[in-house]
């Protein structure tokens, strides 16, 4: 990865997209310290599909997301109708 400063990606936009779709991931800093990362739309694709499931495939999954017990349906007690 090429890094640069964050001076030298706002003068050279154009050649910092070029080299991240050439080259792949581009580190941006400021002050010295890593700040951002410019990467493909490919890789970002990639890395946000694999990062997590999506509400659908968490909805149509058929295993539980809790870890305690639900209660039989029916077995709960119910308090008196009140009378006026």
Known sequence: MNTWPVQDAKAR???LLDACVSEGPQVVTRRGAETAVLVPIAEWKRLSNAARP???SLLL???GRADFELPQRGS?????????
């Open 13 to 15: 936009f154009s050649e």
């Open 54 to 56: 999506s509400l659908k």
């Open 61 to 63: 999954s058929d295993f």
């Open 76 to 84: 709960a007690r119910r308090r008196p109708a009140a009378t006026l």
